[in-house]
């Protein structure tokens, strides 16, 4: 019996990515919802609905974050805060029609009243998570 390891990528840049994709994790997951495994399909559902419905459009549209410029001997230099809709506008490789797209969804967005459902979702999701499966 052989057993052949693999990696995950072969180039440098996504094995770097993976870093960026844990820390996105403890900021836009682990957070909210911990390290527990939900066994209950129905809790589930509820964290998939509220993290692709009204949690990223408040973090895609509204929330600010760094983008790590470059380092130099320990010392850290970023960008300016901007939303991720801001950088993708601000990108040349997107087309104009979907630039215009979302900034007309953002339009009919309103921040407050995302977040309020955010909240509600997350009372959902934590009495579904108390319940037993």
Known sequence: MSIVLDRSAGNNQVIRDNAHVEQKNWTHIRQWFGYERYE?????????????????QLLNYFHTSLKLEKKEKGKRVYDTPKTPLARVVASEKIDSKTKERLNREKTLLNPFELKARVKEQLKVIDKLRRQKT
């Open 40 to 56: 209950n399909p129905e809790v589930v559902e509820a964290i998939n609905q509220m993290v692709r419905g009204p949690w990223s």
